[in-house]
């Protein structure tokens, strides 16, 4: 389904706890992208990465982090610095900077 | 950096009407500009991009216009059916100081009334 894989669909956080969103794509992209979409915002880069072993904070990093150990995989974790984290996160691939982006189906993080 | 304005932020227009969808951008030096279609709960597609070496692009009922000079391009669907109700956003791939990211627009929400 699109060959990038988000998990899982839900995620409930309690107060003060960090929590870990899955990426995985299997398309042999090279760049891979974070972006958290509240309502009438629009999608706001968290991170991103060009390459395997480096990342880059993008326009809303404060609160999360990230690693790129594989070139497949580039999870999210939200941290309990990031005082509003209730919202839909999506990860995003491509091949180069010449095409556009392939998104994974999205993880909905609500804090209770 | 790179910014997106997205105009308007909803449309509502009944079945077999047409609907234009606008944004402009501020770094002259962008290159490529994807409209994405994201249904309700699901994750955005891509539905049509252009490039900054052509001025329309059209897919079916669907096309894309760019006007480099004024730094602003639309999206026109005809023909709407419901099944094209959804937000859709803009976005500009930004060369200066966003590091060849895409800059996306705040979305459209597009009504298609039967």
């Known amino acids: 389904d699109g060959g990038i894989t988000q998990s899982p669909k839900y995620l409930f956080r309690k107060e003060g706890q960090n929590v870990t969103l899955s990426c995985e794509q299997n398309l042999n992209h090279d760049a891979m992208y974070w972006y958290r979409q509240d309502p009438g915002q629009g999608l706001r880069l968290i991170y991103y990465s060009q390459i395997v072993n480096d990342f880059q904070k993008g326009d809303i990093a404060e609160g999360y982090s990230v690693s790129r150990e594989k070139k497949e995989s580039f999870p999210l974790t939200v941290t309990s610095a990031q005082k509003n984290p209730t919202a839909f996160y999506l990860c995003a691939s491509n091949r180069d900077r010449n095409y556009g982006y392939t998104f994974g189906s999205g993880t909905r993080l609500t804090v209770v | 950096g790179e910014n997106v304005e997205q105009h308007p932020s909803t449309l509502s227009v009944q079945e077999g009407d047409s609907a234009v969808i606008k944004c402009t951008y501020s770094d002259s030096a962008s290159n490529y500009f994807p409209w994405y279609k994201q249904e309700l709960g699901k994750r955005p597609q891509l539905i049509i991009d252009i490039r900054s070496n052509v001025g329309e692009k059209k897919d079916q009922r669907i096309a894309v216009t760019l006007n480099k000079t004024a730094k602003h391009f639309s999206l026109h669907i005809t023909e709407t059916q419901p099944e094209d109700s959804a937000v859709y956003f803009c976005?500009?791939?930004?060369?200066?100081?966003?590091?060849?990211?895409?800059?996306f627009g705040k979305g459209t929400k597009l009504s298609v009334k039967p």
């Open positions: 976005a500009a791939r930004g060369m200066e100081g966003s590091q060849g990211n895409l800059i």
